[in-house]
């Protein structure tokens, strides 16, 4: 339908690579967890999105890792989001349970403009998802 579309999606699990391939045929889809996309050119990408990920990555060090990895992949000018969990404190890490104070964006990623972070919960139908949001990024030209 969108013939000029290519889509392109990294996923530990198999079946959400097949499910992929079923349902979004215009794209490449690869087992793999983010951390290293190395098959995958440096600035290749309109639009980047990160949804669900960093929160099960183990550290900080790993957070950065995998946010310059997405920022690699996307083109300049490019659109990237990322959802994260909120911890004003940064005390709670680890698996399943990683969470990013809003302001860490600003001072730890380079080659990229913060565009807006908004916090899911304010979201009418998402009060419950208080200590979500969402990161709008740019990458710079």
Not at 28 to 45: A, R
Not at 120 to 138: A, F, N, P, S
Request: hydrophobic share 35%.
């Amino acid at each position: 339908s969108y013939p000029h579309l290519f889509l392109g999606g990294t996923d530990p699990e198999k079946k959400a690579i097949k499910l992929a391939k079923k349902h979004l045929s215009h794209g490449d889809y690869l087992v793999g967890n983010g951390m290293n996309m190395e098959n995958i050119l440096s600035n290749s990408y309109d639009i980047v999105i990160s949804h669900c990920v960093i929160i099960y990555l183990k550290n900080m060090s790993q957070v950065s890792d995998f946010c310059n990895e997405i920022i690699r992949i996307a083109k300049p000018g490019a659109r990237i989001m990322i959802t994260s969990m909120i911890d004003e404190k940064g005390e709670h890490l680890g698996t399943g349970n990683i969470r990013i104070s809003k302001t860490w964006w600003k001072k730890s990623l380079n080659n990229v403009t913060v565009d807006n972070i908004i916090t899911i919960g304010d979201l009418e139908g998402c009060e419950h998802q208080k200590d979500r949001y969402v990161v709008y990024l740019t990458k710079n030209i």
